[in-house]
């Protein structure tokens, strides 16, 4: 069965950095699409980036040019890389995949296998 399990949260001040990593087993990360989304405290689910099969990326406008998402094929690893922190950055992060490209690769609906998160707070 696949199983998503995220590490790298922690707590950083604003501006700080820091990397996440989504471990994947049961799926291949370099057949199919890759994403990390987050939420935060009463609000909804928000699709951050994603990676397809062939490389290409999608980024959400409030962390384009602070964060990147790349991947390990042969580790089956996602990770993301994210610069100059802020505040608003604050939430649970969620890897996710399915067993297809990325069509939809920001919309929380497109996939149904989820990572158990990891907490990021920065202050």
């Known amino acids: 069965h696949v199983q998503l399990v995220e590490s790298g949260g922690g707590s950083v001040q604003s501006g700080g950095s820091l990397r996440l990593t989504c471990e994947a087993s049961?799926?291949?990360?370099?057949?199919?699409?890759m994403a990390w989304f987050r939420q935060a405290p009463g609000k909804e689910r928000e699709g951050v980036a994603a990676?397809?099969?062939?490389?290409?990326?999608s980024y959400a406008d409030s962390v384009k040019g602070r964060f990147t998402i790349s991947k390990d094929n042969a580790k089956k690893t996602v990770f993301l890389q994210m610069f100059n922190l802020k505040p608003e950055d604050t939430a649970m992060y969620y890897c996710?995949?399915?067993?297809?490209?990325?069509?939809?690769?920001?919309?929380?609906?497109?996939?149904?296998?989820w990572g158990q998160g990891t907490q990021v707070t920065v202050s």
């Open positions: 996710a995949t399915d067993r297809r490209r990325c069509l939809f690769p920001l919309s929380k609906t497109w996939y149904n296998y």
């Open positions: 049961g799926i291949s990360a370099s057949t199919y699409c």
């Open positions: 990676i397809d099969s062939d490389g290409g990326t």
